[in-house]
């Protein structure tokens, strides 16, 4: 099941991704989004990466719930029933329906957003894009993108390691982590830069981009079943949201 | 290939024919290289030797149609490229298509990593890049990585992840990726830097079979002992032109053995001791080390041999504390100072001088120190100089510079000879020397046979896997 799952077509992948938040986004009820957030939990579960999507999900969906909280449960005016009281502050039964309904709706994306970039292979995804009819300039655009992050993770850390031997950066705690950022990140920006012209010139050399016919070494595995799941999942994400949004018979 | 106008088909038999009047980089007061006649033609083997910083990276930079960069560089003069006519002149240099210059004439840095993309995640995939954007059917793709690699065995490697290869392992990739692009001639840049016995042989029986399909190829080297049997035209840069070299005995070994420390020190506490450690990095299915015992002591200076990708880096790397060992117990009881593998990995600051005393105190004993170190490693005169802009065996001297200012017990050298020309090799003799003199010890690794035996007390031996 893992396998089935991590060897979908990155693709698909997107296509069910963009569905479920269309759906759940224009049905706007809260027990389909919670349906949803917990399905992909499961998914990520099965897909052993349970933990990591729980963390990060929590990171962001918290301190969006708060300032939801803040902004529409307790500035709301309405009169609902009070729930709780600070003094002149009130936290409103109606306010705060308001906000969980926002939150799960954002919370829903989140989930979703998350979960696609924890199953999708970051290799695979290019490799589907340099495969797919799209000019050869989009996958060399999505690479140079999603590989700037790990390559700059990877010289700041040999930054890092050199400034070690020399006994600089290795404080503790956040005094220590603040003197990190301080002492590498002139020197990680400089070092990029001038790498990544260094690295320039060897691509062009080596035809990259493509300008014309390309091919890739790397398959990505599809199936007459997937391209079918995805227009599918394409034209519902249109059509469903279509038919709750768009009032039919009574209203004029 | 280049703008229209310039465009002129020219019969002729050679692959390359080359007039360089004269380059000059963009802010330079002189020209670097001058008055230079290079005809290449196909299966040959043209080795140019120079010294640091005489020009031949620069000249591999022309050659591969890099150099000039438009609107900057100075260039005058003429080649002839599969049947092509390319006119550089100081008020105007052609538009170059690297790519389509590339499929004639492919470039090997001498920093060869950088010729990898870092963008493709197995080494199988890094190999057939340029193929890949050729639109190479799959298919023979896979034919020609199954060719290349067991050619030059790489088939251990195919699955590994590009950018966690050891140096000498990252330089062979690279150059097999280079000759699978298959172009007509093909120029290297010190391409037996940091190989091991087993990889130079595959090398050099490679480049014979390349020049028994009709490549030309072009040797950027420092020494030319290894190809004087194979080449035939052995030339110099020197002065910024080449000349015809003399095929010459290769100049005697200067230094001695360090003298004898080592007897002395048998009864010292050891500065370092390995105890059954096991070493690795995260995500490796294996550790690189297992079950390694190594003591070091005042006085000693100790070797470490072994193939390419055996470790040896990676024991340093430990010694220096950046990687902690995963079982058994290591000891390091005194000041260590480690120089990299590759100098561009230890240099990040924008002048020599900042550079060397980075992280050092404002005010102190350690940064009285740096004049000092600058002119007895022979660095005065480039003390405002970009690190970056300097020759290769410089560029290390300056990395060297940043450790000894610091005046460790244990000094780490991990391949201290790659890159570094004779007046480079003495100065790191009396390095060592002096370290070994002040009651420190030192622990290095190379390839290079002969300096081994010349320097260590004694070698330790990486177990093959
Ligand atoms: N960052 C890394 N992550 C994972 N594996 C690595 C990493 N760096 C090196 N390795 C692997 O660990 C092994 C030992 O590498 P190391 O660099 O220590 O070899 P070495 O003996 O110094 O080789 P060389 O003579 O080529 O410099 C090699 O198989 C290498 O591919
Ligand atoms: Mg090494």
Not at chain 1, 96 to 103: F, I, R, S, T, Y
Request: aromatic residues 4%; charged residues 20%; contains cysteine.
């Amino acid at each position: 099941m893992k396998r089935r799952i991590t060897q979908l077509h990155p693709f698909t992948v997107l296509c069910l991704a963009v569905f479920t938040v269309a759906v759940a986004t224009a049905a706007s009820v809260w027990w389909l989004s919670c349906a949803v957030i917990v399905m992909c939990l499961a998914i990520g579960a099965v897909a052993g990466k349970a933990r990591k999507l729980a963390a990060l999900s929590g990171a962001i969906m918290l301190p969006t719930l708060l300032s939801l909280l803040m902004i529409h449960g307790l500035a709301s005016r309405d009169s609902s029933p009070v729930i709780a009281a600070w003094g002149p502050i009130s936290l409103t039964r109606g306010g705060a329906e308001v906000a969980m309904m926002l939150a799960l709706r954002t919370a829903v994306l989140v989930v979703v957003g998350l979960l696609c970039g924890l199953l999708i292979d970051k290799h695979q995804l290019v490799a589907a894009i340099d495969l797919s009819p799209a000019p050869p300039q989009a996958g060399y655009l999505l690479a140079s993108t999603l590989f700037l992050l790990p390559q700059m993770m990877e010289k700041q850390h040999a930054i890092g390691e050199a400034q070690a031997l020399r006994k600089a950066g290795t404080g503790r705690g956040l005094a220590g982590w603040l003197q990190r950022l301080r002492l590498r990140a002139v020197p990680l920006v400089l070092s990029s830069v001038q790498d990544a012209h260094d690295r320039s010139v060897h691509l062009a050399a080596r035809g990259f981009p493509a300008r014309g016919e390309h091919s890739r070494l790397r398959q990505v595995a599809d199936s007459q079943i997937q391209r079918g799941v995805r227009w599918v999942a394409l034209l519902c994400s249109v059509l469903v949201p279509a038919a709750i949004l768009v009032p039919f018979g009574g209203a004029a | 290939m280049m703008d229209m106008e310039h465009r002129a088909p020219v019969e002729s038999t050679s692959a390359l024919h080359l007039r360089l009047g004269s380059f000059r980089y963009a802010d330079a007061d002189h020209d670097t290289l001058r008055a230079i006649e290079l005809e290449l033609s196909p299966g040959s083997l043209t080795v140019i030797s120079g010294d640091s910083g005489s020009g031949k990276s620069t000249f591999g930079g022309v050659l591969a149609g890099m150099l000039p960069r438009q609107g900057a560089d100075s260039c005058e003069g003429t080649f002839i490229l599969a049947g092509q006519r390319i006119d550089y002149s100081p008020e105007h240099s052609p538009r170059i298509d690297v790519a389509g210059w590339a499929r004639h004439l492919g470039l090997l840095p001498q920093d060869a990593g950088l010729y990898l993309s870092r963008i493709r995640q197995t080494v199988a995939e890094e190999l057939v890049f340029a193929r890949e954007n050729e639109g190479m059917p799959r298919k023979e793709m896979t034919e020609l990585i199954t060719e290349f690699s067991t050619r030059l065995s790489l088939e251990h490697l195919l699955e590994r992840d590009p950018s966690k290869l050891s140096g000498g392992q990252e330089r062979l990739v690279a150059l097999t990726a280079l000759s699978a692009a298959n172009p007509s001639i093909i120029v290297l840049d010190e391409p037996l830097a940091g190989l091991d016995s087993t990889a130079t042989a595959t090398v050099t029986a490679m480049i014979t079979r390349l020049r028994a399909a009709g490549t030309a190829l072009v040797v950027l080297t420092r020494t030319t002992e290894a190809w004087e049997a194979e080449a035939e035209t052995l030339l110099t840069l020197a002065d910024g032109t080449l000349r015809p070299a003399t095929r010459t005995a290769r100049t005697a070994a200067s230094s001695s053995k360090p003298s004898g420390f080592a007897a002395a020190a048998a009864s010292e506490k050891p500065l370092l001791a390995f105890a059954g450690v096991q070493l690795g990095y995260k995500g490796a299915s294996a550790p690189v080390i297992s079950d390694l015992d190594l003591e070091v002591r005042a006085g000693e200076c100790v070797g470490l041999a072994g193939a390419n990708g055996t470790g040896k880096t990676t024991l340093l790397k430990a010694a220096a504390g950046l990687l902690k060992p995963i079982a058994g117990k290591l000891r390091v009881t005194a000041e260590s100072g480690m120089l990299l593998q590759n100098p561009s990995d230890q240099l990040f600051e924008r002048t020599v001088t900042r550079e060397i005393a980075f992280g050092l105190p404002k005010k102190g004993l350690q940064r009285a120190r740096v004049p000092r170190i600058l002119e007895q490693l022979g660095l005065a005169s480039c003390a405002q100089t970009h690190p970056y802009e300097l020759p290769a065996s410089a560029r290390r001297l300056v990395a060297l510079a940043t450790v000894l200012v610091r005046e460790p017990r244990l000094l780490l050298l991990d391949e201290p000879t790659e890159a570094l020309d004779p007046a480079g090799l003495q100065i790191l003799n009396e390095v060592i020397d002096s370290v070994l003199e002040r009651g420190g010890a030192v622990l290095f690794s190379s390839h290079d046979e002969r300096f081994i035996a010349r320097t260590a007390h004694r070698v330790h031996r990486m177990p093959r896997q």
